[in-house]
């Protein structure tokens, strides 16, 4: 089943700022379901960041204390489903039909592996629907943990060997004060603008680098500015947007 995977960055929908707390771009996701509806063709996966609906959750409980307290994953993963459910509206508003997959039940993370139920999204897509996941906090080894959106977008590629994997972002690569449309990641001049005054636990676009690096030899992968009207209409009809990750 050949699929093509949209990750939608928690910082494009979301507003990050330090200490705010659940507050979505609602007229971007908006925008964006509409791109989605537009230029729909074949089968597609969407996953989400958290953003504001889930760093600072974690960063109010800790990540030591959110392993066993489950209190805080309650409060985490229902700020993360809220977060799906606008997402889902806006697509359905839209036109189309998108199914909810919460990492929270779906997934868990066993000795460093992600761990999942292919067959889910098979069905659903087989039937018609857009699965739309999300980051959110799964079990594993040594109680909770976050399982980021980037984790998930990587490894639904690996599983179903999608041949394009898209990164919408709220900012671009840079490399020497210029945005690039090609970037290897053996690359050390990147360039990231991030501040103490975003709140980021899973790692900002070093991290998300680090993890694509994993599938960049096998899918074409594009790393682009999801602010900019059109980029995601055109990563979807399949255009090269924003910067073709090398591995």
Same mark, same amino acid.
């Given at each position: 089943?050949?699929?093509? %995977?949209?990750?939608?960055?928690?910082? $494009?929908?979301?507003?990050?700022?330090?200490?705010?707390?659940?507050?979505?771009?609602?007229?971007?996701?908006? @925008? %964006?379901?509409?791109?989605?509806?537009?230029? $729909?063709?074949?089968? +597609?996966?969407?996953?989400?960041?958290?953003?504001?609906?889930?760093?600072? &959750?974690?960063?109010? &409980?800790?990540?030591?204390?959110?392993? @066993?307290? %489950?209190?805080?994953?309650?409060?985490?993963?229902?700020?993360?489903?809220? +977060?799906?459910?606008?997402?889902?509206?806006?697509?359905?508003?839209?036109?189309?039909?998108?199914?909810?997959?919460?990492? =929270?039940?779906? =997934?868990?993370?066993?000795?460093? /592996?992600?761990?999942?139920? @292919?067959?889910?999204?098979?069905?659903? %897509?087989?039937?018609?629907?857009?699965?739309?996941?999300?980051?959110?906090?799964?079990?594993?080894?040594?109680?909770?943990?976050? $399982?980021?959106?980037?984790?998930?977008?990587?490894?639904?590629?690996?599983?179903?060997?999608?041949? /394009?994997?898209?990164?919408?972002?709220?900012?671009?690569?840079? +490399?020497?004060?210029?945005?690039?449309?090609? =970037?290897?990641?053996?690359?050390?001049?990147?360039?990231?603008?991030?501040?103490?005054?975003?709140?980021?636990?899973?790692?900002?676009?070093?991290?998300?680098?680090?993890?694509?690096? @994993?599938?960049?030899?096998?899918?074409?992968?594009?790393?682009?500015?999801? +602010?900019?009207?059109?980029?995601?209409?055109?990563?979807?009809?399949?255009?090269?947007?924003?910067?073709?990750?090398?591995?």
């Amino acid at each position: 089943m050949e699929v093509t %995977i949209l990750k939608l960055g928690g910082a $494009l929908i979301t507003n990050k700022r330090k200490g705010v707390f659940d507050r979505a771009r609602v007229r971007i996701i908006e @925008r %964006i379901a509409e791109e989605i509806a537009d230029s $729909l063709s074949g089968r +597609l996966i969407i996953i989400h960041g958290a953003g504001s609906f889930g760093h600072p &959750y974690v960063e109010k &409980y800790g990540m030591e204390e959110l392993k @066993r307290n %489950i209190h805080g994953v309650s409060d985490t993963h229902l700020a993360c489903e809220r +977060l799906c459910s606008i997402v889902c509206r806006a697509l359905i508003n839209s036109g189309v039909s998108p199914a909810p997959i919460h990492p =929270f039940s779906a =997934f868990r993370v066993e000795r460093g /592996r992600i761990i999942f139920d @292919r067959r889910i999204f098979t069905r659903l %897509i087989e039937e018609g629907f857009i699965p739309v996941t999300h980051g959110d906090v799964v079990s594993g080894d040594d109680g909770w943990r976050v $399982l980021s959106g980037d984790d998930i977008a990587v490894e639904l590629a690996v599983s179903f060997g999608a041949r /394009r994997v898209g990164f919408a972002t709220n900012t671009q690569i840079v +490399l020497n004060g210029r945005k690039v449309k090609e =970037f290897s990641i053996s690359s050390s001049s990147l360039t990231e603008s991030r501040s103490s005054r975003v709140s980021d636990v899973t790692g900002g676009m070093q991290g998300k680098l680090k993890k694509v690096e @994993r599938i960049a030899g096998s899918s074409e992968v594009f790393i682009f500015s999801g +602010l900019k009207r059109g980029s995601i209409s055109a990563f979807l009809r399949g255009e090269s947007v924003g910067t073709r990750i090398l591995p």
